[in-house]
């Protein structure tokens, strides 16, 4: 289905596992919020590490995988009763019990999206101008935000991993080369050959590869820099691009026009809005724009960069509406339930 590889997070895009993908961490994640100078943090609010989220992630990894378990037995009936795209598709996978790994990642693959989708939002919250109640503190928005964006890279990779072991099971080779066979088809971009997926693939494997390192640099911030992990951070909003692209092209259940696929592009108005603010009222005073760009020629290129950065996203915005309305979304036509005039009987 998909590989919202992830996905992962941006804060990025506002500078937030991917993904998801999926990845950590609001800008103010790296300043203490409660207006200490920066390097100091009181016992109360120790520094997050790695190890530390990685134990906070668990109870929203548990409400992941229940999530998970929810869809698979969704697309499984579906599969059964013959009322999912994805046996128009592939119809050889009416036989679901044949095939329930399959089914099993395209499950993984949807969480992963929308792990990647609240990942994402509490980014783009956190380093943007935020509401004046939230249902959280700050602290508990920024833990989560990391935890949600570290669960997104866990279950973009369970979504590849059953995606190679269904490779695996239905390869007719010795164990030894359909393993190999399984990997390079699943996590070697370009070794999936056949049809749409020799584009989707490598583009949710991308997705994959970028969100681990740019979630987790996170933790290496004080060492390279707040300012370049800002920068790279903010290239986060491209992995979730990248799980999205992956879904709509390769997502089986989303193959046809329908309000399933219109529902997916819906839920891009939020981050387009979310981002567009946040790049109109960015907190940072650095990151404003003024009227007009000193004389420099440094000057003038920033305020180009951040004029059309603005410009990219308002455009964006205004598509996915006339997307929406239109309801030309990409998606291929859907067959006539009846073919048989059509069919070569002989």
């Not at 020799?198 to 997705?207: H, L, T, V």
Request: aromatic fraction near 8%; charged fraction near 15%; glycine fraction near 8%.
């Amino acid at each position: 289905m998909t590989n919202p590889s992830p996905a992962p997070e941006p804060e990025a895009a506002a500078e937030t596992p991917g993904a998801p993908a999926p990845s950590p961490h609001s800008p103010a994640a790296a300043q203490p919020a409660d207006g200490r100078p920066p390097g100091h943090r009181s016992a109360r609010q120790p520094r997050p590490t790695l190890r530390s989220d990685l134990r906070a992630s668990w109870p929203d990894g548990l409400v992941a995988l229940v999530v998970t378990a929810a869809i698979f037995v969704l697309l499984y009936v579906r599969i059964r009763n013959k009322t999912s795209s994805t046996v128009t598709v592939m119809p050889f996978m009416a036989d679901a019990g044949g095939f329930w790994m399959y089914f099993l990642s395209q499950a993984f693959g949807w969480s992963a999206l929308a792990w990647a989708w609240g990942t994402v939002v509490l980014g783009l919250l956190l380093s943007g101008p935020r509401p004046s109640r939230l249902p959280l503190s700050h602290p508990r928005l920024e833990r989560l935000h990391r935890t949600t964006s570290l669960n997104t890279i866990a279950l973009t990779a369970a979504h590849g991993l059953f995606f190679a072991a269904e490779l695996v099971r239905h390869d007719t080779a010795a164990w030894n080369s359909a393993v190999a066979t399984a990997f390079v088809e699943a996590f070697v971009p370009g070794g999936y050959d056949s049809g749409t997926g020799r584009i989707a693939i490598p583009i949710g494997q991308a997705a994959l590869y970028l969100a681990i390192p740019l979630g987790l640099l996170f933790y290496a911030r004080h060492r390279i820099g707040p300012r370049t992990w800002r920068t790279l951070h903010r290239s986060v909003i491209v992995v979730y691009v990248l799980s999205v692209w992956h879904t709509l092209l390769y997502g089986t259940n989303v193959w046809y026009d329908g309000w399933f696929r219109t529902s997916v592009w819906l839920l891009q108005l939020p981050i387009a809005a979310l981002l567009l603010v946040r790049l109109l009222r960015p907190a940072r005073r650095s990151e404003k724009m003024p009227g007009r760009p000193e004389a420099t020629v440094r000057s003038r290129t920033g305020w180009a960069l951040r004029l059309g950065g603005r410009l990219a996203v308002a455009g964006t915005l205004v598509a996915l509406v006339a997307v929406l309305v239109s309801g030309s979304d990409g998606g291929r036509h859907a067959p006539p339930k009846d073919t048989s005039s059509t069919h070569n009987h002989d």
